[in-house]
């Protein structure tokens, strides 16, 4: 059974820069689609970014492009997202999200992931 743990949550001032990291056990990274996604209070989950399989592909939502990056480490099988230039509008609770598939997309969808992290908590004081 593939269980996904996220790290690196915490509090930042606004301008400030976190890196979230995403492990998993019982399965490696190396065949699998990941994303990031985030949900605030009394919002609806939202994409962040996503890495193709190969990690060759990625994509960021737009509300977080130049300030956000994710990328993957097949060695320590964890996948990473690295937020700068934080703002009020990025707390949340960031979720990643994995599916092993044959081909080198890019998986922005959230109903595409089968497995799914406890999340972990972004908190940007203004």
């Known amino acids: 059974q593939v269980q996904l743990v996220e790290s690196g949550g915490g509090l930042v001032q606004a301008g400030g820069r976190l890196r979230l990291s995403c492990s998993a056990s019982?399965?490696?990274?190396?065949?699998?689609?990941v994303g990031w996604f985030r949900q605030a209070p009394e919002k609806a989950r939202e994409f962040v970014a996503a890495?193709?399989?190969?990690?060759?592909?990625?994509s960021v939502a737009d509300s977080v492009k130049g300030r956000f990056t994710i990328s993957k480490d097949h060695a320590r099988n964890t996948v990473y997202l690295e937020m700068s230039n934080l703002s009020p509008h990025d707390a949340a609770d960031y979720y990643c999200?994995?599916?092993?598939?044959?081909?080198?997309?890019?998986?922005?969808?959230?109903?595409?992931?089968?497995?799914w992290g406890q999340g972990t908590q972004v908190a940007v004081s203004s």
């Open positions: 999200a994995a599916n092993w598939i044959y081909s080198d997309l890019v998986l922005t969808s959230a109903a595409d992931y089968l497995y």
């Open positions: 019982g399965g490696t990274f190396l065949g699998a689609a």
């Open positions: 890495i193709s399989q190969s990690a060759g592909k990625t």
